[in-house]
Protein backbone atom coordinates (compact mmCIF):
# COMPACT_ATOMS: atom_id res chain seq x y z
CA UNK A 1 0.00 0.00 0.00
CA UNK A 2 1.24 3.52 -0.85
CA UNK A 3 0.46 6.54 1.49
CA UNK A 4 0.04 10.28 1.53
CA UNK A 5 -0.47 12.49 3.62
CA UNK A 6 -1.91 16.15 3.51
CA UNK A 7 -3.88 18.54 5.53
CA UNK A 8 -1.07 20.22 7.41
CA UNK A 9 -0.33 23.97 7.76
CA UNK A 10 -0.18 26.53 9.82
CA UNK A 11 -2.56 27.35 12.53
CA UNK A 12 -2.85 29.62 15.93
CA UNK A 13 -2.73 27.90 19.20
CA UNK A 14 -5.99 27.00 20.14
CA UNK A 15 -7.14 25.85 16.37
CA UNK A 16 -7.72 22.72 14.87
CA UNK A 17 -6.57 20.82 11.83
CA UNK A 18 -7.69 18.11 10.22
CA UNK A 19 -4.93 15.52 8.52
CA UNK A 20 -5.95 12.78 6.09
CA UNK A 21 -3.55 10.18 5.01
CA UNK A 22 -4.69 8.69 1.48
CA UNK A 23 -3.98 4.92 0.22
CA UNK A 24 -3.60 3.50 -2.71
CA UNK A 25 -2.47 -0.24 -4.36
CA UNK A 26 -4.29 -2.33 -1.84
CA UNK A 27 -7.15 -2.51 0.45
CA UNK A 28 -6.79 -0.48 3.15
CA UNK A 29 -8.63 -2.76 5.11
CA UNK A 30 -6.40 -4.79 5.83
CA UNK A 31 -3.81 -2.48 7.17
CA UNK A 32 -3.49 -0.95 10.90
CA UNK A 33 -2.91 2.73 10.58
CA UNK A 34 -0.44 4.59 13.08
CA UNK A 35 -0.05 9.07 12.63
CA UNK A 36 2.99 9.63 14.00
CA UNK A 37 5.57 13.02 14.44
CA UNK A 38 8.98 14.53 14.54
CA UNK A 39 9.87 17.51 15.70
CA UNK A 40 13.66 18.84 14.52
CA UNK A 41 16.40 17.47 16.49
CA UNK A 42 13.68 14.92 18.05
CA UNK A 43 13.18 11.26 17.95
CA UNK A 44 9.77 10.69 15.52
CA UNK A 45 7.44 9.73 18.27
CA UNK A 46 3.47 8.44 18.27
CA UNK A 47 0.37 10.35 18.21
CA UNK A 48 -2.50 8.33 17.41
CA UNK A 49 -3.44 4.63 16.12
CA UNK A 50 -6.79 2.66 15.10
CA UNK A 51 -7.23 -0.71 13.65
CA UNK A 52 -7.80 -2.32 10.24
CA UNK A 53 -11.65 -1.60 11.04
CA UNK A 54 -11.93 1.51 13.13
CA UNK A 55 -12.62 -0.71 16.09
CA UNK A 56 -9.88 0.04 18.35
CA UNK A 57 -8.12 3.66 18.81
CA UNK A 58 -5.02 4.93 21.25
CA UNK A 59 -3.60 7.85 21.89
CA UNK A 60 -0.28 9.92 23.14
CA UNK A 61 -1.23 10.80 26.50
CA UNK A 62 -0.08 14.48 25.42
CA UNK A 63 -3.03 14.54 22.73
CA UNK A 64 -5.46 12.86 24.38
CA UNK A 65 -8.96 14.65 24.38
CA UNK A 66 -7.52 16.57 21.41
CA UNK A 67 -6.89 14.63 18.78
CA UNK A 68 -9.13 11.82 17.55
CA UNK A 69 -8.41 9.36 14.62
CA UNK A 70 -10.87 7.74 12.28
CA UNK A 71 -10.95 5.90 8.88
CA UNK A 72 -12.96 5.19 6.05
CA UNK A 73 -12.29 2.00 4.67
CA UNK A 74 -14.72 2.43 1.16
CA UNK A 75 -12.72 5.99 0.67
CA UNK A 76 -8.98 4.81 1.72
CA UNK A 77 -8.31 7.70 3.72
CA UNK A 78 -7.33 7.74 7.19
CA UNK A 79 -8.18 11.28 9.38
CA UNK A 80 -6.45 12.86 12.35
CA UNK A 81 -8.81 15.78 13.68
CA UNK A 82 -6.49 18.04 15.77
CA UNK A 83 -8.21 20.35 18.06
CA UNK A 84 -6.98 23.10 20.56
CA UNK A 85 -3.56 22.49 19.17
CA UNK A 86 -0.33 23.70 20.73
CA UNK A 87 2.91 25.06 19.97
CA UNK A 88 4.27 21.55 21.38
CA UNK A 89 2.17 20.15 18.54
CA UNK A 90 4.59 21.84 15.83
CA UNK A 91 6.21 18.87 13.79
CA UNK A 92 5.92 17.15 10.27
CA UNK A 93 3.08 14.19 10.69
CA UNK A 94 3.65 10.78 9.21
CA UNK A 95 1.04 8.29 8.40
CA UNK A 96 2.27 4.90 8.48
CA UNK A 97 0.45 1.44 7.97
CA UNK A 98 0.96 -1.98 9.20
CA UNK A 99 -0.38 -5.18 7.38
CA UNK A 100 -2.81 -6.25 10.19
CA UNK A 101 -4.87 -9.57 10.73
CA UNK A 102 -6.77 -8.77 13.73
CA UNK A 103 -7.35 -5.93 15.94
CA UNK A 104 -3.60 -5.09 16.40
CA UNK A 105 -2.46 -1.25 16.94
CA UNK A 106 0.36 0.34 15.57
CA UNK A 107 2.53 2.04 18.18
CA UNK A 108 5.72 1.95 17.13
CA UNK A 109 7.30 3.49 14.34
CA UNK A 110 9.61 0.25 14.07
CA UNK A 111 6.28 -1.82 13.11
CA UNK A 112 5.22 0.24 10.13
CA UNK A 113 5.82 -1.56 6.44
CA UNK A 114 5.08 1.41 4.99
CA UNK A 115 5.04 5.54 5.16
CA UNK A 116 3.51 8.17 3.76
CA UNK A 117 5.58 11.42 3.03
CA UNK A 118 4.81 13.72 5.67
CA UNK A 119 2.89 16.68 6.32
CA UNK A 120 4.13 19.79 8.50
CA UNK A 121 2.02 21.40 10.91
CA UNK A 122 2.80 24.63 12.47
CA UNK A 123 1.12 26.01 15.41
CA UNK A 124 2.16 29.59 16.56
CA UNK A 125 1.70 31.09 19.98
Known amino acids: VQLQASGGGLVQAGGSLKLSCAAS????????LGWFRQAPEKEREFVAAISRVGSRTDYADSVKDRFTVSRDNAKATVYLQMNMLKPEDTAVYYC???????????????????WGQGTQVTVSS
Open 96 to 114: AARFAVSGELLRTPRGSDT
Open 25 to 32: GRTLGSYA
